[in-house]
Nanobody, 118 residues
């Protein structure tokens, strides 16, 4: 059974930093990408950062220059370093794993709350 376990969320003041971690276990397929999404109440889940297994990085515009995604392929772990946090970054952050082609498999973590106070 595939499990994604996230950690590192919490409460921080504006301008502060947090580091999220997500470790995947039970992976039986080849991973194509590991991603971080976030969601606020009443809003759709949005893609924050992507790390593909061939090294491509991509970020949502509002976090560019502040967030950094990185990974440890050997441990199936992905990190999200979040610096200079803003109140609008407050959300539940979800780890996501997508398989490489030709499969179309997607798994989600349970989410971790990040709250940034002004």
């Amino acid at each position: 059974q595939v499990q994604l376990v996230e950690s590192g969320g919490g409460l921080v003041q504006a301008g502060g930093s947090l580091r999220l971690s997500c470790t995947a276990s039970g992976i039986w397929f080849k991973i194509g990408a590991m991603n971080w999404y976030r969601q606020t109440p009443g809003q759709q889940r949005e893609l924050v950062a992507t790390l593909t297994t061939d090294g491509r990085l991509d970020y949502e515009d509002s976090v560019k220059g502040r967030f950094t995604i990185s990974g440890d392929n050997a441990r199936n772990t992905v990190y999200l370093q979040m610096n200079n946090l803003k109140p609008e970054d407050t959300a539940v952050y979800y780890c996501n794993v997508q398989s490489a082609a030709p499969w179309k498999i997607e798994k989600w973590g349970q989410g971790t709350q990040v709250t940034v106070s002004s």
